[in-house]
C-alpha cells in the first residue's frame, strides 16, 4: 500500500513544509512561484498513490516517474525562490535529493520485480 513507502510519507512532510513555506512568499506571487511550488509538492505523493491503484506494475513504474518530474519541477521552483530572496538558508533541496535518490532506489525495486 502507497501510504507505508516511505517515498510518499516523506512526500507528504514535503508539502506541508512547501505550504509553511510559501505563507511567507510575497501577495504578488500567490498565482505565480506558491501556486506552482504547492502543485508540484502535491503532485509528488498524489502519483505515488495514483500509480499503486494502477492494474500493472508497468503503470505504477510510469506514475513513479511522473512523480520523479514532479519533485525535480520542484527543486527548480524552490531554486528560484531562493534566488528571488523568498527562502533564506533552507534545506529542503538536500532533503529533495534525499527524496529522489529514495525514489530511484524504489523505481529500480520495481523494475526488478519485473524481470
Known amino acids: 500500500m502507497h501510504k507505508d513507502l516511505d517515498i510518499w510519507k516523506l512526500g507528504i512532510e514535503l508539502v506541508e513544509k ?10 504578488s506571487e500567490r498565482f505565480g512561484l ?11 505523493p ?3 498513490a ?3 491503484a494502477r492494474n500493472s506494475i508497468k503503470e505504477y513504474i ?3 516517474y511522473i512523480s520523479l518530474g514532479s ?11 531562493e534566488r528571488l530572496g523568498y527562502i533564506e538558508d ?3 533541496v538536500e532533503n529533495i535529493e534525499k527524496l529522489r535518490r529514495k ?13
Open 90 to 92: 533552507s534545506n529542503i
Open 18 to 27: 512547501i505550504y509553511k513555506i510559501t505563507k511567507s512568499f510575497p501577495d
Open 50 to 52: 495514483e500509480g499503486a
Open 71 to 81: 519533485l525535480a519541477e520542484l527543486e527548480t521552483q524552490i531554486i528560484i525562490a
Open 103 to 115: 525514489h530511484l532506489n524504489f523505481i529500480k525495486y520495481m523494475k526488478n520485480k519485473t524481470a
Open 46 to 48: 498524489s502519483n505515488i
Open 62 to 64: 510510469r506514475f513513479l
Open 34 to 44: 506558491i501556486s506552482q511550488m504547492q502543485r508540484a509538492a502535491v503532485s509528488h
